[in-house]
Structure formats: C-alpha cells, structure tokens
C-alpha cells in the first residue's frame, strides 16, 4: 500500500513538474522583455541656460536612472517597505508566501499578497495584475528565472524605471522631478518614504490628491526604516513630523509650445523616435527672451484692438481701406501675430512665437506663414544699389511715373503712389529709405535695372519671385523666419547667418551631436554700415519712430503691404535682430491705420525694452568699421566709403510735391 502512495506521490510530482516545465516553455520567451529592457523615455528640451522647456513622451511620461545614480537610501526605503530580505531570496519568498496564505485563509479571501520585488517587475512588465494562482505560478517561474539573468542591482533598476507612481509618472526619477522639483539625490527621507510608498496603490496615495493618506503611508515606511535600525531615533522623528512641499504640475511642463513643435519637426525625420528615445535636446532658445517676446507680441496685439474698439464709436473713422463701414469684431478671431528674434554673430534662434494665443491656433506663423513683405524688402533693394555703388547721399527721383502693361490684349496702367500721395522731386538715398518712399524706390530700380535687383535678391536668398517692378513694393511671399535669415546680413556686418534652433542632442548613452552657425557672406563690413546706418535713422527720425528704445542704438524697417493686409517691423541692434509680423489669417484687409510702424512697431520696441532690462551688458551702440568715411552734406553727417564714393551736389534738392506727367 505504502509503495502505490509513494508511486502516486512520484506520478503527481513529475506531472506537476512536466505541467509547470510546459508552462515555462509558454511564458520563458517573455523574459527578455525585461533582460533587454528598453522602455519608453521621455525626451527633455532645454533652453540656452538650462532651463527646462518641456517633457515630451508617448503615453508615458518616464525619465530614466541609472543604478549607480540611485541614492542607497532610496534602496533602502523601497527594500523596507516592499521586500525586506530582497537581496537574500531568489525571487520568490516562501516565508511571505507563508504568512500571507494563512491571513488569507482566515480571511476567506485575498487579503495579503507576498510578491517580491523581482515578481513585481516582472507582473508590471510582461504579466497582468489580476488576482489568479495561474498568473502567480507563471510569474513565480519567470522571477526565479530573472534571479539566475540579472542582478540584484539591475532588477532594482528596471523596477523603479518601470512602476507607475501616480500623476502620470512613470518611474522614481520622473516622481522626484514631478512631485518636489528635484532629482533624487536632493530628496529627504520623508520625501523618499512618499515615492516608494507610492506603487502599492499609485492613484490612492497621489500626494496632489490625497496628501493626507500620502503622509500616512511615507510614515509608515519611516517608522519601518526606524524598526530595522536603518535610520536613528533623530532621523526618525525629523522625517514623522516633516511635511514636504508637494508641486501638481503638467506632465510635459511645456512653456513654449510653439517652440517644442518646430523642434519636433525639424527632429522627426532624422530621428523618428525623438518621443520616446530619452533625448536630451539643448535648444539655443533663452527662455525669458522667449516670453518677452510672447508678452510683446500680446501687448501690440491689444493695442490693435483697443484702437479697433475705438474706431467703432466713431461712424465718421468706422471704415476700412476702402472707404466702407467697419463691423464690430473686425478682427475678432482673424487677427495674428508671430515674432523671430536670432542673434545676430550666430543665427541661433532665442525668441520665436508663432501666435497670439497657442491655445486658440497652434498653426505656427512665424514658420509656416508665407505673407508680402512690402516695403521690408527696401532694403535689400538699396543695399544692392549700394554695392553697385550708389552712396546714402546718392539722388534718386521721387516722382511719379505711369507703367503701361499688357494682360493678354487688354492694355493696363499702373500708376503707383507715395504713402500720402505726396512727392519730393529729387532725394537722397537716405531720405529715400528712410521715409519708404515708394516711388523713389521704384525709380531707383529702374535705374539701377530690374535684372540687377533681381540678382541681389537672390544672393540674398530671396528666391521665387517675378522678375518685374512688382519686387519694388515686395509683393512676394516669404515667412518670418525666412525673411530673418535674409534680413541677417545687415546685422552680421555684411555675413548671413541660418536661424537654427537646436545647440545640441544627447542621446540616453551619453552620445552628442553639436550644431554649429552657417555662415554665407554677402557683402563687406563698410558697405553694410552704409545700409545700417539708414536703417537706424528710420528708427530715430523716419517711418520706424514707434520702434524706438532710450538707451541702444536700434535699426529696422517697416513694412505695410497693398491695402494694409500685411504689416511688419524688421530690425536690428548691435547683437540681437528681431522680426515682428501681423495680419489677419483670412488674408483680408487691416484698417488703413495698421501699419507696420503703427502695429509691429510697439512690439519690436517692447522687446528691446524688456530685454535690455534683464540684460544691461549687452553691446548699445553700432560700431563703424575702419573704413567708413564721414562728411558733412547740407549740415548733416553722412557716411561714405572707396566703393559709395559721395555724389557731386550742385544744388539743393527739390521739394516740388507735383507730379510731373512722365510716360513709360
């Protein structure tokens, strides 16, 4: 009888043995998940001092640790509370398995669950979490099979990379950065007790939510730690009666939306897993330039509408362009803005908002608009006069002109005009540009030839357009970023820069990729100054007053398009340019008072303003090269160089405000 129990005994053993070695052989190829544990990482954005832009993830929000960066007594906080002989067991714990056995059988029920540490990470990663003695027998296997794979340190590491420890935090690293504002080894005990407290019920004891259970839980962990002689009787009562700072923030933290998502999409094609890679992207972007220029743009965005609601209680001004009664809500939800400021020596992109609001419209302006730039284009046109050897004291005629043309057989006439429709007759260069007078302008590319312009706008990298006098009053298209980078030759002293946004990206094994300036020169350092030192004086004393700045020196150039659609301020002071834009998204009509000085001005202003506040060291005043010579003409300085020699001037220019009826 004895013999057929001991052979019943045997049989029920192998079969049991064959059951559990088939049930490996279904589940073993599982383990590797966690032996080559690659997890989703968060990606991290900085900007040129450090400072945290934003988290960018997919689903998990997850900063990884290395061990070796793990303090010992968060090991051993976790180790107290969840598994006390952790580093003596190999996976499993039959004296756990014991005790929570009988409290359950008492209990008629699941009570008390006895997972080490090792079944915890494998049931987070490769099992369910629902309460069956399969998935128990399946994942005891998989942990004394981990324990004979890896370390203890490693399991450690992947367990608090991977466990979920509320707040949409995944991770302990990702906790510390979330819920206190710092990396783990900043931590106190009390704070250590709150995050390895966490995973046995993360939502539960979220201490954004449920601060008082929270404590109540990191106590208890203390008062473990302080049971095992881990900590003294000091350390003890400091910690029980310490209430932590606890911070409820957003997951991705993102304070310059429109900055992470040009980013991402200069990013996705040559690194497609930018969002869950854990990259750490340095971007040359200052973060309180950033929001100077997002306050900028909303406080000439303001001051639009508050002229607008003005308007609206006068029926005499209520009109448009063309002469018919405004609406209430002319702007409403069509007007728009976008701001790019670089540094001038480098291209790197400190500033750069996309919208009035991101909330309302995340379609990114400054990047992806292509508007007419209007008279911002002037001075590309004098520079290239300018290296053909015109001089600021140059004259040109500033009279009007009718172009007849032809569309297919109908005959037409252009017969363009001054803002005003006044004339001046014979003006300098200077007075040209600096007042943007149209007309001056298209009889200074008449003189000098369309092809020419056209060829110096191309160097400039002003590509696309028609090769005709339409170029005058830059009815092209061109984005704001784009005309930066344009525009970046009169600020650099005559070498354009590409606006770039990314100083460098690291990926999770250390290894960095740096991004340098791109450098094309355009022209020499003299003849740029010539143009510059215009451009200043339509900051001082011409169409850009609204733009000026006590304390630096400034140059720029406004711009306002055919029936006031488009209206932008391009400019410039001795190490930062700046280029404004505003319109209506639906590419219709502004009142006839937007114009560039009026609209983008104040924000071009306010920016310098602000930034040299925050930034009183910064270069004020242009410096002029060697080179450059100076006279006095009718009372008044001007520069000159071998290249722009000055004009002979006989007379004193004319001031006749008739047009004269030339025919063309």
Request: glycine share 6%; aromatic share 10%; charged share 25%.
């Amino acid at each position: 009888m004895i013999r057929y129990i001991f052979a019943f005994i045997i049989f029920i053993a192998v079969a049991i043995s064959g059951w559990l070695l088939y049930l490996y052989s279904e589940i073993r190829h599982d383990i590797d998940k966690i032996v080559n544990y690659k997890p989703n990482m968060t990606t991290q954005f900085y900007d040129k001092n450090g400072k945290l832009i934003a988290n960018i993830f997919d689903n998990k929000h997850r900063i990884y640790v290395k061990y070796d960066d793990i303090p010992a007594r968060v090991v051993e906080a976790l180790v107290a509370i969840e598994d006390t002989q952790f580093f003596e067991h190999g996976g499993v714990n039959p004296d756990a398995i014991s005790r929570a056995m009988i409290k359950n059988v008492k209990a008629l029920g699941y009570v008390e669950g006895a997972s080490t540490l090792t079944q915890q990470l494998v049931k987070s990663i490769v099992l369910t979490r629902e309460k069956k003695l399969i998935r128990k027998i399946k994942e005891a296997l998989l942990s004394i099979r981990l324990e004979t794979i890896l370390t203890k340190e490693q399991i450690l590491e992947r367990y608090l990379n991977e466990v979920y420890f509320g707040h949409g935090y995944y991770g302990i690293r990702t906790a510390a950065k979330g819920y206190f504002k710092k990396d783990l080894y900043e931590l106190n005990i009390k704070e250590i007790a709150i995050l390895v407290g966490l995973p046995k019920a993360p939502s539960f004891y979220d201490p954004t939510r449920n601060l008082k259970y929270s404590l109540t839980r990191a106590n208890q962990v203390v008062t473990r730690m302080h049971k095992l002689g881990w900590i003294n009787e000091e350390q003890y009562n400091d910690s029980i009666n310490y209430i932590p700072t606890v911070y409820d923030q957003t997951l991705t933290q993102n304070k310059a939306p429109y900055i992470i998502d040009y980013a991402l999409k200069l990013l996705k094609k040559d690194i497609p897993d930018i969002k869950t890679g854990g990259y750490t992207v340095n971007l040359t972007i200052d973060l309180e330039a950033q929001e100077i220029a997002r306050e900028s743009l909303k406080l000439a965005y303001d001051k639009i509408l508050e002229r607008d609601a003005y308007l609206q209680k006068n029926p005499v001004n209520n009109v448009d362009v063309n002469g018919q009664p405004v609406e209430e809500g002319y702007f409403i939800n069509t007007l728009n803005g976008a701001m790019v400021s670089i540094e001038n020596n480098t291209g790197k992109i400190l500033a750069l908002v996309g919208g009035i609001d991101y909330k309302e419209s995340n379609f990114n302006r400054a990047v992806q608009s292509e508007r007419q730039p209007g008279s911002a284009v002037k001075p590309f046109l004098y520079h290239t006069a300018i290296e053909l050897g015109y001089s600021p004291a140059s004259q040109v005629a500033d009279i009007g002109r009718t172009y007849e043309y032809k569309v297919g057989e109908e005959e037409k006439k252009w017969k363009p005009k001054n803002y005003g429709g006044t004339f001046k007759g014979i003006i300098t260069l200077r007075e040209a540009l600096m007042k943007s007078r149209n007309l001056a302008t298209i009889n200074l590319v008449t003189d000098v030839g369309i092809n020419e312009m056209y060829k110096g706008l191309e160097s400039y990298g002003i590509t696309g357009i028609q090769r005709d006098l339409s170029i005058t009053l830059g009815s092209f298209s061109i984005s704001p970023i784009n005309l930066s980078k344009a525009l970046s030759f009169l600020a650099n002293d005559g070498t354009q820069v590409e606006p770039y946004l990314i100083n460098s990206i690291s990926n999770s094994k250390n290894e960095t990729i740096t991004f340098d300036p791109q450098y094309k020169y355009i022209s020499s350092p003299e003849q740029v100054f010539l143009t510059k030192s215009i451009l200043h004086d339509a900051v001082e004393k011409g169409t850009g007053r609204r733009a000026r700045v006590s304390g630096i020196e400034l140059a720029g150039k406004t711009g306002t398009t055919n029936d006031n659609v488009d209206a932008w301020f391009c400019g410039f002071s001795p190490t930062i340019q700046t280029v404004v834009y505003f319109g209506k998204d639906n590419n219709t009509p502004m009142r006839r008072s937007e114009t560039g000085g009026v609209t983008a001005g104040p924000a071009f202003a306010n920016f310098y303003k602000k930034y040299l506040e925050i930034h009183p060291e910064i270069q004020r005043e242009f410096r002029k090269p060697d080179n450059v010579k100076t006279s006095i003409i009718n009372g008044e300085k001007e520069y000159y160089t071998d290249k722009s020699p000055l004009p002979e001037i006989d007379t004193v220019p004319s001031t006749n405000t008739q047009e004269p009826s030339i025919q063309f």
